[in-house]
């Protein structure tokens, strides 16, 4: 069955860095666009960042532009999100989902067919 596991989640101080991974099973990652999103306690999910199936394509919230990078080795079935510079609010759960390659409006979660159960992000000093 479609799988998507999330992990590398945890506390950290501001101004720390963490790397999220994302593990595929289940279907042929070649053929998706996978996306990162976010929840904070009290907010409604939001995209934070999205690569194409090809990787020729990254996408990025204003509010993680350089500070967060998102790749995929295709072979390892795994896309990663790297952030840096992390500060407190970026503290959530953090998602990610697939769609299949090509679609429009990565940031919209309804364009997005099946999700991990999210791993946690809590920046704090």
């Known amino acids: 069955q479609v799988q998507l596991v999330e992990s590398g989640g945890g506390l950290v101080q501001p101004g720390e860095s963490l790397r999220l991974s994302c593990a595929t099973s289940g279907f042929t990652l070649d053929y998706y666009d996978i996306g990162w999103f976010r929840q904070a306690p009290g907010k409604e999910r939001e995209g934070v960042s999205c690569i194409s199936a090809s990787s020729s394509i990254k996408d990025y919230a204003d509010s993680v532009k350089g500070r967060f990078t998102i790749s995929r080795d295709n072979a390892k079935n795994t896309v990663y999100l790297q952030m840096n510079s992390l500060k407190p609010e970026d503290t959530a759960v953090y998602y990610c989902?697939?769609?299949?390659?090509?679609?429009?409006?990565?940031?919209?979660?309804?364009?997005?067919?099946?999700w991990g159960q999210g791993t946690q992000v809590t920046v704090s000093s």
């Open positions: 989902a697939r769609r299949y390659r090509g679609g429009t409006g990565w940031a919209l979660a309804s364009s997005y067919n099946a």
